[in-house]
């Protein structure tokens, strides 16, 4: 287990954020300008989320053929002050010191980014995950790309309510989103009374990504 | 980058529906009441009966602008605690006449999630959806009136997008059906906080049994709130103890909060019409130059038309592309206070639901901004104002992969990014 990364509360002081993301909200890095997306000639692009969700990032990579290092990264965020900054901070951690190689960059979890922010409000832990899943999805592009489909991670979803069709995955969003009840993991995926038999197994996976994001 | 922070920085208030500042004559009426005038109104000597008598005229006074009687004044904490006791004191008293309730979808949180409360206790409710602009109809609601309806609670104007609802039409329609029925079913309350200060409250023309204020938006304290309940039915007090209040609401009086409210409701109707005719103007000038300097922006809610249609102090737009929250720190920074409908700055991480049961897309709701301008509101404001969110909105649209239509059934994705 690693150094837990900081989670700021909403009684921690007079600004919600650290000075940490405060300086990427205002200054964000490595920012692809809008309109300058086709002149950047990327190796790879992933996105996640949809403006609908709240949240909607794109990452691009620059990658060295040989060495599989991370050369450039580029982004754009539809998103909070949360989302943005921790967009900026996980782009600058992919290219500093010369670069993450691919394998490196697939290891960077969503409390990485936390850490390196100086923590996040506990309510906005899932705009760093969203972070994290871009990356993931631009790496899974250059893999594709370039041939290596063994190498393309997939995030597989197990149904656990099989009348109302709900995955792991599903309830992995709704406990991100806030979710802390099978009550509330209903409410956020708009789905009625859940089989009775599945509800053991609902309340431990949100018993499980609780512990994984908010422990 | 950003716009460059400006050296005469300063702080443009625009979130007077989440509170306002206490006025100057206010406070001076509320001090002594600390000090001074520290006795309990339900004590007999004179320290006591001097308290008393200043309780009696603020009642007075309150009830000579709702066109009422002194004792159908309430005093509680406050709004949440008003529309709490209204709707749960007429659910428990009248639970053996039936249990159902309608009220509407666009309703503030103190009162749907009393609401849904009550529906974890048996009783039914029916939410009305309201048009794109967050009205509901009087028809809607006669259409939901049945036989175990024992209440009706329908806001006065809405917190959000300033809607004003036509609650003497809806009173009017109650009372047609209690007449036909020969029932005093159901009961109607309305929340009135975002009107006290800007709408006629007089509870003969609107109809009312039940009607909901507080201090904090008119200027007055935090802390304060009034029911006003029509005399001849009964509710169940929320909290009891002492026989203060007509016995619906224990509790030695706040009395600071009692006088700084009376000053405030006083002042606030008094001014009213001038202020109303002052803010329609300001309001007009902001939202034609923010057209102007903005583009793919949309007003939520009503037209901005008198006070019959909307509350002339709310602006809230949907500027597209970029999101509620993010935009709300950015303008903090410039001094600039607002609100957003966006879910970031929500618990649950959904966005208004106001504006979801307008039926605006999630996507425009997070990008939603509600301005609402007050007693210190200048036109110099509104250009500081004009002067900086331009910018800011150019800053983050370029950092924003989103490009949304502002037609919201033909919104696609640009080329690089369809999969």
Redesign the interface.
């Given at each position: 287990m690693g150094q837990e990364a900081k989670i700021r509360d909403n009684q921690g002081g007079s600004w919600l954020y650290s000075d940490m993301v405060k300086d990427h909200f205002f200054n964000p890095r490595n920012i692809l300008k809008a309109g300058e997306e086709d002149a950047y000639a990327a190796d790879a692009m992933g996105r996640v989320g949809s403006p609908a969700c709240g949240d909607e990032m794109v990452i691009w990579l620059k990658i060295d053929k040989e060495t599989e290092k991370i050369t450039d990264c580029k982004w754009q965020t539809f998103g909070c002050g949360s989302a943005i900054a921790s967009t900026s901070m996980l782009s600058v951690m992919l290219i500093e010191d010369g670069g993450m190689t691919l394998d490196e960059a697939l290891k960077v979890k969503p409390q990485d980014i936390m850490k390196r922010l100086d923590g996040l409000p506990n309510r906005k832990i899932h705009c760093s995950v969203l972070g994290d899943k871009a990356l993931q999805s631009a790496i899974n592009d250059w893999f594709r790309k370039t041939g290596q489909h063994d190498r393309i991670v997939v995030q597989g979803a197990k149904v656990i309510d099989a009348t109302l069709n709900i995955t792991d995955k599903d309830i992995e969003e709704a406990v991100l989103e806030g979710a802390q009840t099978v009550e509330e993991v209903q409410k956020k995926l708009k789905v009625g009374a859940a089989n009775p038999e599945a509800i053991p197994e609902i309340e431990q996976l949100i018993r499980f990504y609780s512990e994984k994001y908010y422990g | 980058?950003?716009p460059i922070k400006p050296t005469d920085k300063r702080l443009v208030y625009l979130d007077h529906a989440a509170t306002t500042p206490v006025h100057k004559e206010v406070l001076d009426a509320m001090l002594p009441y600390f000090t001074e005038h520290f006795g309990n109104p339900s004590a007999l000597y004179h320290i006591g009966r001097e308290v008393k008598n200043a309780v009696d005229q603020a009642r007075k006074m309150i009830a000579g602008y709702l066109g009422t009687q002194a004792d159908s004044i309430i005093f509680c904490s406050g709004g949440t605690e008003s529309d709490n006791m209204a709707i749960f004191g007429v659910a428990k008293k009248h639970a053996h006449k039936g249990k159902h309730i309608i009220t509407s979808e666009v309703e503030h949180h103190a009162v749907l999630h009393a609401c849904e409360q009550l529906e974890k206790e048996g009783f039914e409710v029916t939410y009305l959806r309201p048009d794109e602009t967050g009205l509901v109809s009087a028809t809607q609601v006669k259409e939901a009136l049945r036989p175990d309806t024992i209440l009706v609670s329908i806001m006065y104007a809405n917190n959000e997008i300033g809607t004003v609802e036509p609650i003497a039409d809806i009173g009017r329609e109650i009372l047609k059906w209690r007449k036909a029925e020969g029932t005093v079913y159901p009961y109607f309350h309305t929340d009135a906080c975002q009107a006290a200060g800007v709408l006629d409250l007089n509870v003969e023309k609107l109809h009312v049994d039940l009607l909901t204020m507080n201090g904090s938006k008119l200027y007055g304290p935090k802390g304060i709130g009034v029911l006003y309940k029509r005399r001849g039915f009964a509710i169940q007090p929320l909290i009891v103890g002492g026989a203060q209040e007509f016995r619906m609401r224990a509790g030695t009086e706040h009395m600071p909060g009692i006088i700084g409210f009376a000053k405030a409701f006083d002042l606030a109707q008094k001014k009213r019409v001038e202020e109303n005719t002052r803010l329609i103007e300001l309001r007009a000038y902001f939202w034609k130059e923010l057209q102007k300097r903005i583009s793919k922006i949309r007003l939520n809610g009503p037209e901005l038309d008198g006070v019959d249609v909307r509350l002339p102090n709310n602006l809230n737009i949907s500027i597209l592309?970029?999101?509620g929250?993010?935009l709300l720190?950015?303008l903090d920074?410039y001094g600039i206070v607002c609100s957003t409908g966006?879910?970031?700055t929500s618990?649950?991480?959904d966005?208004s639901h106001v504006l979801l049961a307008c039926g605006l897309?999630?996507?425009y709701a997070?990008?939603s901004i509600r301005f609402t301008l007050g007693a210190s509101t200048s036109k110099e404001d509104i250009d500081y104002v004009l002067t900086y969110l331009p910018a800011i909105v150019e800053k983050l649209?370029?950092?924003?992969?989103?490009r949304?239509s502002q037609n919201p059934t033909d919104n696609t994705h640009?080329t690089?990014?369809q999969r």
């Amino acid at each position: 287990m690693g150094q837990e990364a900081k989670i700021r509360d909403n009684q921690g002081g007079s600004w919600l954020y650290s000075d940490m993301v405060k300086d990427h909200f205002f200054n964000p890095r490595n920012i692809l300008k809008a309109g300058e997306e086709d002149a950047y000639a990327a190796d790879a692009m992933g996105r996640v989320g949809s403006p609908a969700c709240g949240d909607e990032m794109v990452i691009w990579l620059k990658i060295d053929k040989e060495t599989e290092k991370i050369t450039d990264c580029k982004w754009q965020t539809f998103g909070c002050g949360s989302a943005i900054a921790s967009t900026s901070m996980l782009s600058v951690m992919l290219i500093e010191d010369g670069g993450m190689t691919l394998d490196e960059a697939l290891k960077v979890k969503p409390q990485d980014i936390m850490k390196r922010l100086d923590g996040l409000p506990n309510r906005k832990i899932h705009c760093s995950v969203l972070g994290d899943k871009a990356l993931q999805s631009a790496i899974n592009d250059w893999f594709r790309k370039t041939g290596q489909h063994d190498r393309i991670v997939v995030q597989g979803a197990k149904v656990i309510d099989a009348t109302l069709n709900i995955t792991d995955k599903d309830i992995e969003e709704a406990v991100l989103e806030g979710a802390q009840t099978v009550e509330e993991v209903q409410k956020k995926l708009k789905v009625g009374a859940a089989n009775p038999e599945a509800i053991p197994e609902i309340e431990q996976l949100i018993r499980f990504y609780s512990e994984k994001y908010y422990g | 980058m950003f716009p460059i922070k400006p050296t005469d920085k300063r702080l443009v208030y625009l979130d007077h529906a989440a509170t306002t500042p206490v006025h100057k004559e206010v406070l001076d009426a509320m001090l002594p009441y600390f000090t001074e005038h520290f006795g309990n109104p339900s004590a007999l000597y004179h320290i006591g009966r001097e308290v008393k008598n200043a309780v009696d005229q603020a009642r007075k006074m309150i009830a000579g602008y709702l066109g009422t009687q002194a004792d159908s004044i309430i005093f509680c904490s406050g709004g949440t605690e008003s529309d709490n006791m209204a709707i749960f004191g007429v659910a428990k008293k009248h639970a053996h006449k039936g249990k159902h309730i309608i009220t509407s979808e666009v309703e503030h949180h103190a009162v749907l999630h009393a609401c849904e409360q009550l529906e974890k206790e048996g009783f039914e409710v029916t939410y009305l959806r309201p048009d794109e602009t967050g009205l509901v109809s009087a028809t809607q609601v006669k259409e939901a009136l049945r036989p175990d309806t024992i209440l009706v609670s329908i806001m006065y104007a809405n917190n959000e997008i300033g809607t004003v609802e036509p609650i003497a039409d809806i009173g009017r329609e109650i009372l047609k059906w209690r007449k036909a029925e020969g029932t005093v079913y159901p009961y109607f309350h309305t929340d009135a906080c975002q009107a006290a200060g800007v709408l006629d409250l007089n509870v003969e023309k609107l109809h009312v049994d039940l009607l909901t204020m507080n201090g904090s938006k008119l200027y007055g304290p935090k802390g304060i709130g009034v029911l006003y309940k029509r005399r001849g039915f009964a509710i169940q007090p929320l909290i009891v103890g002492g026989a203060q209040e007509f016995r619906m609401r224990a509790g030695t009086e706040h009395m600071p909060g009692i006088i700084g409210f009376a000053k405030a409701f006083d002042l606030a109707q008094k001014k009213r019409v001038e202020e109303n005719t002052r803010l329609i103007e300001l309001r007009a000038y902001f939202w034609k130059e923010l057209q102007k300097r903005i583009s793919k922006i949309r007003l939520n809610g009503p037209e901005l038309d008198g006070v019959d249609v909307r509350l002339p102090n709310n602006l809230n737009i949907s500027i597209l592309d970029i999101e509620g929250e993010a935009l709300l720190l950015y303008l903090d920074e410039y001094g600039i206070v607002c609100s957003t409908g966006s879910a970031c700055t929500s618990e649950s991480l959904d966005p208004s639901h106001v504006l979801l049961a307008c039926g605006l897309p999630y996507e425009y709701a997070h990008g939603s901004i509600r301005f609402t301008l007050g007693a210190s509101t200048s036109k110099e404001d509104i250009d500081y104002v004009l002067t900086y969110l331009p910018a800011i909105v150019e800053k983050l649209r370029e950092i924003s992969p989103v490009r949304l239509s502002q037609n919201p059934t033909d919104n696609t994705h640009p080329t690089y990014l369809q999969r």
